[in-house]
């Protein structure tokens, strides 16, 4: 063993110390090199504390080191241990050192304790090679996300902060255990101390309620934004109305210069309110942030990144009040404009054919002219200068003539759509300086989409939509659509790389507010984990599905139109923002791919449906707020989804109904947050008490068969109640209901049902009024089997005039009073019931009954049943008939084919007893379940 307090590494003469296992230096700033420990061959345990060391060159000399302990120096790379020769060290201290980074590390593939704690490095490699590494402990270090650490897959033991050498940047506040332990499943030590599984199982629940806080927080914030520019654009509307108004007059009349200044106004009035909604936006980050940092989320890098410009606010001032605030100010704008003598006042004619066209006309006013195509006779006028064609239905500009001659052109308020008629505005009005485009359709309804392409294309162009061109403006929009590489977006946008991976390898990157209508990425973005690409005019993210197949989160927000053809490729995707994109179904095979999505923001569409969300088993929160959604049946097939804890849906009309609230959270048990409020437990109780037994919409869409639409089946449901408004508007056209085992005590709901013929209602709870006067008067079957029925005459069964078949077996029946009143009744089954015995008057008037079922009963006599004389079939089995005269009875009954007495005493205590029937009943053909045969 040697121990070296003072003096350099390099006067040592260590070739005296062959058998040196153990070397101590300390504190000799001297020593600068490691070179010359090759000559103590037995070397295994090496400290150089406290030195002067700058690399670790010389180390792997000493092939048999297993310890080595090198810290307090300036070491700035692991170079020295790089060759692979230090196949035995498993111990290495560089704590307090340098690094920058941990390259070269994967060759110790013995290393089982690695401390490099208050060093330089931003992240740590993913290196299969270390499969040995028990602890590792990198506190102290500017690591700014657990993503970075790429070695905690398999690694069990780790220190991301301690008493001596601090934290890392990501593990602030209280909470930050409870993220890692959540994060790292495998984890059995962290910060030294043993994790237990009840505490894995809070940190856990603690996470999850921290991070939906969150999560209902920022929507609480984009609903009093959305809330107050709600305000702001209806005072924007009015503002314009009356500009709008003027604009159509000065059309109308050909007074263009009065038209450019009325566009001018309108553009002042949106740019004002673009550029209060854009402070809102970036006030509503500032609040998130605030948000974030209180809910101690250790969360992924781009939302580290995407928030560490905003700085909470000290003032504690209610979100609702920041955003009245801001859109405030614009609601102080008022329209000022001084009067102006007119220009011009003629009025040409509003037809073509009425025009006398001459070679050297200069001006053509076609305003509101029904025209839906570029007149021919336009081409005749050469010298052409002003050419009005709003307010028409023109779709396309292919019949644009070619007039190199014309400075103003109006095609305001048309039908185009196609963004290839832009070519030809460019290619057959060269030196046009004024168009206005504004007010067309589809891709040619944002000016940010069209533009970036007129600026850049036609460099005479000095007004569009009445705003004047200026260089500002050309600089802006001279790139509309590339392909991306890393130089474009760190150009034009934010772009971050992964520090663990090589430098071409991007992780993330934003390009917001570019006007964008194309994104063709290269190889670069195929490691692309986060993209935001808000406020652009994108067509597809087809490009996406195509080469970000490890693509995690993705916000195209503001781009209208977009197309979501490449969704389902991207399997890795778990956050996704589709907001205010135009967007009116979502197909199923979108989603159907997606299984680890867990988020989605689809608010400010067009939807009318949510089901296609229902292929995503792992969702967590859906943000589906100011849609087109007006039933509740449009949402409820997400109640299915088990991970569902967040859902937003207000600004929809479902959301009008007073009941919305309590039907929604009776759906949705797993849910926690409904519009960005906790679902309380009374909540929770008055909903259960409102809708529990209740018929509703979802249960009728589920349970309708698509084959005709007349037959509908809703069984084992747990209905107690009828809504009679349900009823009334869905089963109008019903034939054939199905309402077996549920809890149904009344039905007269159904009495109003014009073409009910068949209605089966067996192991419910009926036991009141059946039906008014004049109800159910098409039913021919109807089904009351297993209920609590103890009389017929409380049925009040009479208004069912046309009933052929009635079951009533299983119920608490003694008598059958009231029967007679059913005169089609044909097939009656009355099994398992407590019947003793039958009146005289019981079946009078019965003359079509065919078929009698009375097993399981208590009867003694037949007597009674001598009026059946068309019965055909009579089912006796299980009574108390022991007498075998009371089968005399039974020759009245001449039509009788089917009898069955099966395990009466009367038909195994008596030797006679076929002989005696088949002599009392002379056309019986089947005894007992077993055909006759007569000799």
């Known amino acids: 063993m040697g121990d070296v307090a003072r003096g350099a590494l390099t006067e040592l003469d260590l070739e005296k110390y062959a058998r040196l296992t153990t070397l101590r230096v300390v504190k000799c700033g001297d020593v600068v090199s490691l ?204 503002l314009t109305a009356s500009v709008e108004r003027d604009l159509l ?202 533009a970036p392409i007129l600026v850049k294309r036609s460099p005479t162009l000095t007004h569009l939509d009445g705003i004047e061109v200026t260089s500002r403006m050309r600089a802006h929009y001279r790139v509309v659509g590339c392909r991306l590489n890393a130089r474009a977006v760190r150009r034009r946008g934010k772009l971050y790389r992964d520090a663990a991976q090589s430098a071409s390898e991007i992780v993330e990157f934003s390009l917001e507010d570019e006007s964008l209508r194309k994104v063709e990425l290269c190889g670069e973005f195929n490691t692309l984990i986060v993209a935001y690409l808000m406020n652009n005019c994108l067509k597809s993210i087809k490009s996406f599905g195509v080469t970000c197949r490890h693509l995690r989160h993705l916000s195209v927000e503001g781009n209208a139109m977009i197309r979501l053809d490449g969704l389902s490729l991207l399997k890795e995707l778990k956050f996704l923002n589709v907001r205010n994109c135009m967007i009116k179904i979502l197909s199923p095979s979108w989603f159907k791919p997606l299984i680890k999505l867990l988020f989605i923001n689809v608010e400010r569409n067009e939807l009318q449906s949510l089901s296609g969300l229902e292929q995503c088993r792992s969702i967590r929160e859906i943000y589906a707020s100011h849609n087109m959604l007006a039933e509740t049946s449009s949402v409820v097939a997400l109640a299915a989804l088990p991970n569902l804890r967040l859902l937003t849906l207000y600004g929809n009309v479902m959301c009008d109904l007073k009941t919305y609230p309590h039907y929604v959270i009776f759906k949705f048990n797993q849910l926690s947050i409904l519009d960005t409020d906790y679902i309380s437990e009374a909540a929770r109780a008055d909903a259960t008490k409102i809708y529990s037994g209740r018929l509703t919409e979802d249960m009728i869409v589920s349970g309708e068969h698509a084959a005709g639409g007349d037959e509908i089946s809703l069984v084992a449901l747990g209905l107690f109640h009828l809504d009679h408004n349900v009823v009334n508007a869905r089963f109008q056209g019903i034939k054939r209901m199905n309402l077996e085992n549920n809890n149904l005590s009344d039905v007269s709901a159904l009495a109003s049902l014009p073409r009910l013929t068949r209605l089966e209602l067996r192991n419910n709870r009926v036991n009141a009024k059946f039906g008014r006067a004049s109800s159910f008067s098409k039913l021919k079957y109807l089904d009351l089997s297993g209920n609590y029925i103890s009389s017929l005459s409380v049925l009040a069964l009479g208004s069912c005039s046309s009933l052929q078949t009635l079951l009533l077996s299983d119920n608490f029946l003694t008598r059958l009073d009231g029967i007679n009143q059913l005169k089609s009744l044909r097939v009656l089954k009355v099994d398992k019931n407590k019947l003793s015995r039958i009146d005289s008057s019981t079946f009078d008037g019965c003359e079509s009954l065919r078929v009698l079922c009375m097993r399981k009963n208590a009867f003694r006599t037949l007597k009674h049943v001598t009026k059946l004389a068309y019965v055909r079939e009579l089912h006796l089995d299980e009574n108390r008939v022991d007498d075998l005269e009371e089968i005399s009875w039974l020759a009245y009954l001449t039509r009788l084919r089917i009898l069955s007495l099966a395990r009466n005493k009367v038909s195994s205590e008596y030797q006679r007893y076929v002989e005696f029937v088949t002599t009392c009943c002379r056309s019986l053909e089947q005894l007992d379940g077993e055909k006759l045969v007569y000799k």
Not at 293 to 321: P, Y
Request: aromatic letters at 6%; hydrophobic letters at 40%.
């Open 35 to 238: 070179i010359g420990l090759g000559a103590c061959e037995s070397l295994r345990n090496v400290t150089v504390a406290e030195c002067g060391l700058r690399s670790l060159e010389g180390a792997s000399e000493c092939r048999g080191l297993e310890a080595l302990y090198a810290y307090g120096n300036a070491i700035d790379s692991l170079d020295g241990l790089a060759d692979g020769r230090l196949e035995r060290l498993h111990t290495l201290w560089l704590n307090d050192n340098r690094l920058m980074s941990l390259d070269g590390i994967e060759t110790l593939m013995a290393l089982r304790d690695l401390n490099v704690a208050r060093n330089r490095l931003e992240s740590v490699p993913d290196a299969d090679a270390l499969r040995e590494l028990n602890h590792l402990n990198i506190a102290g270090n500017p690591i700014k996300s657990l993503a970075y650490v790429g070695v905690t897959r398999f690694i069990h033991s780790i220190t991301f902060k301690d008493d001596v050498h601090g934290a890392c940047d990501f593990c602030r506040g209280r909470w930050y255990r409870s993220y890692i332990l959540r994060a790292v499943s495998n984890l059995r030590v962290l910060d030294g101390v043993d994790i237990s599984e009840d505490e894995r199982a809070r940190a856990s629940d603690e996470h999850a309620e921290r991070e939906l806080w969150y999560h209902m927080r920022c929507a609480r914030i984009r609903k009093s934004f959305d809330d107050a520019r709600d305000v702001a654009l209806e005072h924007l509307r009015i």
């Open 249 to 450: 007059r000065a059309r109308a009349e050909g007074r263009w210069l009065d038209v450019e200044r009325d566009l001018s106004d309108i553009s002042h009035f949106e740019i004002s309110f673009t550029k209060i909604e854009r402070r809102a936006r970036e006030a509503s980050l500032v609040l998130i942030a605030r948000v974030f940092q209180d809910a101690e989320i250790v969360a992924e890098t781009a939302r580290e990144e995407r928030f560490a410009f905003a700085k909470a606010e000290s003032a504690a001032q209610s979100v609702d009040d920041v955003f009245i605030e801001i859109f405030g100010k614009f609601g102080r704008v008022r329209k000022k404009r001084a009067p102006q003598k007119r220009k011009s006042a003629w009025i040409l004619t509003r037809r073509i054919s009425d025009i006398v066209i001459a070679s050297n006309m200069t001006e053509i006013n076609l305003h509101s002219a029904e025209l839906r195509g570029i007149p021919q006779e336009i081409g005749e006028c050469v010298n052409l200068q002003t050419l009005i064609l709003s307010d028409n239905a023109i779709k396309r500009l292919q019949g644009l003539p070619q007039m190199n001659s014309l400075k103003w052109l109006d095609l305001g308020n048309n039908h185009l759509w196609n963004s290839e008629d832009l070519n030809v505005l460019t290619t057959r009005a060269r030196n046009v300086t004024s168009l206005i485009l504004r007010g067309n359709r589809k891709w040619l309804a944002k000016s940010k989409f069209y």
